[in-house]
């Protein structure tokens, strides 16, 4: 599986379920967001999102609340 392949992949399966608007990346954001969520383990979300640092994982989740201010982790 490539990149563009899954890409291709979740664009199919949000139009079949009529999701018109949506990035590959959003499913990350959302996977995060309740990933965080559940555990509050920010060391495995770190891992799980390939990031460097727990501070990277941290500017993140701090990055998404700025975008959905209206959505609260956790």
Known sequence: WTP???ARTLQR???ACGLVEYS???FRHRF???YYG???DIHALK???NHNSVTVTERYLAALD???PDKKRG
């Open 4 to 6: 563009a392949r899954i």
């Open 13 to 15: 399966y949000c139009i």
């Open 24 to 26: 590959p990346h959003d």
């Open 32 to 34: 995060s967001v309740d």
């Open 38 to 40: 559940r555990t509050k």
């Open 47 to 49: 891992v799980l999102l």
């Open 66 to 68: 700025e975008v959905n």
